[in-house]
């Protein structure tokens, strides 16, 4: 049975990172991976029920999520790509051939592009910020637009495709949960997001034009120094697995670096260091996130949500936005979106059958609105990685993450427009979850 009190360390933290922030003016006043460990001290010491190395159980269990270590290796390889290849000069050389070839109204419009290009081919909006990120921080530098508005238009990017592509664990877990075809699923995302994909675009040319943009430097690049980019495209747009195509970036990284004298045989080991350990805050955060989650769950946090959703439902149209706000509260909890929908799929499905939702119709509000949460709580990898990256407050991001708002907006109205058709499920759909995902 589900608890209120169960969600009390997720409040704890909200109130301590907004809170102090809010407060103070200065969101770096209360670290963030401060505020979740004194919200997984009050986790801890909730339901006296459990001893404390049951607990240690129940969280272990939780670290140990397939989606959490997939996670956490992510980043390690993101990092170690992220060290190399700026090491090896590539990011000077393709922020400069970028500048060089792009007109200067579509520079920061042309990041989202290129972001969405990449996540819709990797599967993966982490690797995609991984990849992109110290691009977006070179371009900054190079033309006075602001590091936040660079940053937003990766992140933008990254999620349009996160949600999209084919390999995408959100995708696949949505697909599975509701037994529907993937086509079917892409069909229905693809006409609700577009809308959004096109504004921000526009939204993020329109800052650009108006920035300041004033390149009195040479622009210097060597195309071999860009090669681990494409290498990293070129694996993503053939579907290869997201660690084969950061590590062939890395070693392609090195390659290039000896090979341009720009880094040293000695040095190998101690750029690819570098950038490793510069994911460890945001890997630790991510362990001790899902510690929390597992401790909220197991406490009855996750099931009062799903509880008073389930019960407020009383039309289809109400069964779509139940549906909506199910998987927004889930990934608010939870701080992953494939976790989110893993959770809230089971339900989700139920209220689709009850209320004569089509599997893809499901399929598609689950990915959406937990992408549309994901991308905008300060708290989820995605912006942590984004902040860990460009050393800014996620807060400071959240406002030119046009792409997430914009996506939830569109997909509200055309859903208050647009019947939605229920289309039956047969042998050939019923996919067994735990087996494929």
Same mark, same amino acid.
């Given at each position: 049975?589900?608890?209120?009190?169960?969600?009390?360390?997720?409040?704890?933290?909200?109130?301590?990172?907004?809170?102090?922030?809010?407060?103070?003016?200065?969101?770096?006043?209360?670290?963030?991976?401060?505020?979740?460990?004194?919200? @997984?001290?009050?986790?801890?010491?909730?339901?006296?029920?459990?001893?404390?190395?049951?607990?240690?159980?129940?969280?272990?269990?939780?670290?140990?999520?397939?989606?959490?270590?997939?996670?956490?290796?992510?980043?390690?390889?993101?990092?170690?790509?992220?060290?190399?290849?700026?090491?090896?000069?590539?990011?000077?050389?393709?922020?400069?051939?970028?500048?060089?070839?792009?007109?200067?109204?579509?520079?920061?419009?042309?990041?989202?592009?290129?972001?969405?290009?990449?996540?819709?081919?990797?599967?993966?909006?982490?690797?995609?910020?991984?990849?992109?990120?110290?691009?977006?921080?070179?371009?900054?530098?190079?033309?006075?637009?602001? =590091?936040?508005?660079?940053?937003?238009?990766?992140?933008?990017?990254?999620?349009?495709?996160?949600?999209?592509?084919?390999?995408?664990?959100?995708?696949?877990?949505?697909?599975?949960?509701?037994?529907?075809?993937?086509?079917?699923?892409?069909?229905?995302?693809?006409?609700?997001?577009?809308?959004?994909?096109?504004?921000?675009?526009?939204?993020?040319?329109?800052?650009?034009?108006?920035?300041? #943009?004033?390149?009195?430097?040479? =622009?210097?690049?060597?195309?071999?120094?860009?090669?681990?980019?494409?290498?990293?495209?070129?694996?993503?747009?053939?579907?290869?697995?997201?660690?084969?195509?950061?590590?062939?970036?890395?070693?392609?990284?090195?390659?290039?670096?000896?090979?341009?004298?720009?880094?040293?045989?000695?040095?190998?080991?101690?750029?690819?260091?570098?950038?490793?350990?510069?994911?460890?805050?945001?890997?630790?955060?991510?362990?001790?996130?899902?510690?929390?989650?597992?401790?909220?769950?197991?406490?009855?946090?996750?099931? #009062?949500? @799903?509880?008073?959703?389930?019960?407020?439902?009383?039309?289809?149209?109400?069964?779509?936005?139940?549906?909506?706000?199910?998987?927004?509260?889930?990934?608010?909890?939870?701080?992953?979106?494939?976790?989110?929908?893993?959770?809230?799929?089971?339900?989700?499905?139920?209220?689709?059958?009850?209320?004569?939702?089509?599997?893809?119709?499901?399929?598609?509000?689950?990915?959406?609105?937990?992408?549309?949460?994901?991308?905008?709580?300060? #708290?989820?990898?995605?912006?942590?990685?984004?902040?860990?990256?460009?050393?800014?407050?996620?807060?400071?991001?959240?406002?030119?993450?046009? #792409?997430?708002?914009?996506?939830?907006?569109?997909?509200?109205?055309?859903? =208050?427009?647009?019947?939605?058709?229920?289309?039956?499920?047969?042998?050939?759909?019923?996919?067994?979850?735990?087996?494929?995902?």
């Amino acid at each position: 049975m589900g608890k209120k009190a169960g969600l009390l360390p997720i409040g704890v933290f909200l109130v301590l990172f907004l809170g102090v922030g809010c407060a103070t003016g200065d969101f770096y006043k209360m670290p963030a991976i401060v505020a979740f460990l004194i919200a @997984l001290l009050v986790a801890f010491l909730q339901n006296r029920t459990l001893s404390f190395q049951e607990k240690i159980h129940v969280i272990a269990e939780g670290v140990g999520n397939d989606n959490i270590i997939t996670m956490c290796l992510i980043f390690l390889a993101a990092g170690a790509f992220s060290g190399t290849v700026s090491a090896a000069g590539g990011v000077e050389s393709t922020v400069n051939l970028g500048l060089s070839i792009l007109p200067s109204g579509i520079v920061v419009a042309g990041l989202m592009m290129i972001a969405c290009f990449i996540s819709v081919s990797m599967g993966t909006s982490m690797g995609t910020i991984g990849a992109l990120g110290p691009i977006a921080i070179g371009i900054s530098d190079k033309t006075g637009y602001s =590091l936040a508005i660079c940053i937003g238009a990766v992140v933008s990017g990254a999620m349009f495709g996160d949600n999209l592509s084919m390999i995408s664990d959100t995708t696949i877990a949505a697909v599975r949960t509701q037994g529907c075809e993937m086509k079917d699923k892409f069909k229905e995302n693809f006409f609700l997001v577009l809308p959004a994909a096109c504004i921000s675009l526009i939204l993020y040319g329109v800052l650009a034009r108006n920035g300041s #943009y004033q390149m009195n430097e040479a =622009l210097p690049y060597h195309l071999i120094q860009v090669i681990p980019y494409i290498v990293v495209l070129a694996g993503a747009l053939i579907g290869i697995n997201v660690f084969i195509v950061l590590i062939s970036g890395t070693l392609v990284s090195i390659l290039a670096g000896l090979l341009t004298s720009t880094i040293a045989v000695d040095e190998i080991f101690t750029v690819m260091q570098e950038g490793i350990t510069s994911m460890y805050d945001i890997t630790v955060i991510s362990i001790i996130v899902a510690c929390i989650v597992s401790l909220v769950k197991k406490n009855g946090g996750i099931e #009062y949500i @799903l509880d008073i959703i389930h019960r407020s439902i009383k039309s289809h149209s109400g069964g779509e936005f139940g549906i909506a706000i199910l998987a927004v509260l889930v990934d608010l909890c939870t701080a992953n979106n494939t976790i989110a929908i893993v959770m809230a799929g089971p339900i989700a499905k139920e209220i689709s059958e009850d209320y004569n939702i089509s599997p893809r119709r499901t399929a598609s509000l689950l990915d959406i609105f937990t992408s549309v949460t994901q991308g905008l709580i300060p #708290y989820g990898a995605q912006l942590l990685l984004a902040a860990g990256l460009t050393k800014l407050s996620p807060v400071n991001i959240i406002p030119y993450l046009f #792409y997430p708002v914009l996506m939830g907006i569109s997909v509200i109205f055309i859903l =208050l427009i647009r019947k939605d058709e229920k289309v039956p499920l047969t042998e050939e759909n019923q996919i067994d979850f735990n087996k494929n995902l």
